[in-house]
């Protein structure tokens, strides 16, 4: 019988897990991996240790008995501390299971079915990271919203509320992207957006919105435009600094919701990294939970 094992990817607004009984790894079929459930998100950043005990403790249940192996790709497992409370967190709920907590953007690389290459995601944050032939890793970026995060959905966003105070102050009118903006959370006016990003900080809440803004860029708007530009020359510079380390002519793969579903920014980024070869850079095409799944099933081979 092939060992059950365990993929978790937590992100910073949701949990995604995946349990298989298979054999067949990343490079077969897509979708070849077993149960899927999605919970609130474990991130320890975002939840707390009482929050993440929860989420884990129900993903648990669900699973059931038998988990050989755990692997968690998490966003924000930066520390040795962070990964020992997040592990310790997963033997107590997969007792006997053999247990791994890496950065998420490991996970992708799994995913695309790489040993080596450049990761870069753009989803509620940004970070780029790599490994080379010869095992060597660089990163960039994936700081947190305080301290980084460029070109992620939270900048976006926050580029887009910065536009509104612009318009403000120069007497202008609201242009139809802050008019958008502003119905989208419920604001008078500008100063009143203000004082919303400043009552609710949470990243994923703005992050949400990002959608919005780069829909108005794909329709032309300036303002949303100069936004989107400013965001892939943000993503494309931290991918370039990780392959500048490693190799400029390892594969690059994109993944995170605002890569994967907004095509305009990833071929933006697409050009202004690679414009000798676009074509070196590509989307993840699955979840990367199946990244974390392979390198679960890695842990018992090992």
Same mark, same amino acid.
């Given at each position: 019988?092939?060992?059950?094992?365990?993929?978790?990817?937590?992100?910073?607004?949701?949990?995604?897990?995946?349990?298989?009984?298979?054999?067949?790894?990343?490079?077969?079929?897509?979708?070849?991996?077993?149960?899927?459930?999605?919970?609130?998100?474990?991130?320890?950043?975002?939840?707390?240790?009482?929050?993440?005990?929860?989420?884990?403790?129900?993903?648990?249940?669900?699973?059931?008995?038998?988990?050989?192996?755990?692997?968690?790709?998490?966003?924000?497992?930066?520390?040795?501390?962070?990964?020992?409370? =997040?592990?310790?967190?997963?033997?107590?709920?997969?007792?006997?299971?053999?247990?791994?907590?890496?950065?998420?953007?490991?996970?992708?690389?799994?995913?695309?079915? =790489?040993?080596?290459?450049?990761? =870069?995601?753009?989803?509620?944050?940004?970070?780029?990271? !790599?490994?080379?032939?010869?095992?060597?890793?660089?990163?960039?970026?994936? *700081?947190? *919203?305080?301290? !980084?995060?460029?070109?992620?959905? *939270?900048?976006?966003?926050?580029?887009?509320?910065?536009?509104?105070?612009?318009?403000? *102050?120069?007497?202008?009118?609201?242009?139809?992207?802050?008019?958008?903006?502003?119905?989208?959370?419920?604001?008078?006016?500008?100063?009143?957006?203000?004082?919303?990003?400043?009552?609710?900080?949470?990243?994923?809440?703005?992050?949400?919105?990002?959608?919005?803004?780069?829909?108005?860029?794909?329709?032309?708007?300036?303002?949303?435009?100069?936004?989107?530009?400013?965001?892939?020359?943000?993503?494309?510079?931290?991918?370039?600094?990780?392959?500048?380390?490693?190799?400029?002519?390892?594969?690059?793969?994109?993944? !995170?919701?605002?890569?994967?579903?907004?095509?305009?920014?990833?071929?933006?980024?697409?050009?202004?990294?690679? =414009?000798?070869?676009?074509?070196?850079?590509?989307?993840?095409?699955?979840?990367?939970?199946?990244?974390?799944?392979?390198?679960?099933?890695?842990?018992?081979?090992?």
């Amino acid at each position: 019988m092939t060992p059950r094992v365990l993929g978790l990817h937590i992100g910073g607004s949701k949990t995604h897990a995946v349990r298989s009984d298979q054999a067949q790894g990343v490079s077969g079929s897509p979708g070849s991996s077993g149960d899927e459930i999605t919970e609130t998100s474990a991130n320890l950043s975002s939840v707390g240790h009482q929050g993440a005990d929860a989420v884990l403790r129900r993903i648990a249940a669900s699973v059931g008995g038998g988990v050989k192996a755990v692997c968690a790709g998490a966003a924000g497992a930066d520390t040795p501390a962070s990964r020992a409370v =997040l592990s310790a967190l997963l033997m107590e709920h997969f007792p006997g299971a053999k247990v791994e907590v890496v950065h998420d953007t490991r996970i992708v690389l799994a995913a695309a079915g =790489l040993d080596a290459g450049a990761v =870069l995601v753009a989803g509620t944050g940004s970070v780029a990271w !790599g490994r080379n032939a010869e095992g060597r890793e660089a990163r960039s970026g994936g *700081y947190g *919203y305080l301290l !980084g995060d460029e070109g992620s959905g *939270y900048s976006v966003v926050r580029d887009a509320v910065r536009e509104a105070l612009r318009e403000y *102050y120069a007497g202008l009118e609201p242009g139809i992207l802050v008019r958008a903006l502003m119905e989208a959370t419920s604001s008078a006016d500008a100063l009143q957006l203000m004082d919303f990003f400043y009552a609710k900080p949470e990243p994923d809440h703005w992050a949400s919105l990002a959608p919005l803004v780069l829909e108005f860029a794909a329709e032309g708007d300036p303002a949303a435009v100069r936004i989107q530009a400013e965001a892939a020359h943000s993503l494309a510079t931290l991918a370039r600094q990780v392959l500048g380390e490693l190799g400029l002519d390892l594969p690059l793969v994109m993944a !995170g919701g605002l890569l994967v579903n907004q095509s305009q920014l990833a071929g933006a980024v697409a050009r202004k990294v690679s =414009l000798e070869d676009p074509s070196s850079v590509r989307i993840l095409t699955q979840a990367p939970v199946h990244g974390a799944v392979e390198l679960a099933r890695q842990l018992i081979q090992d």
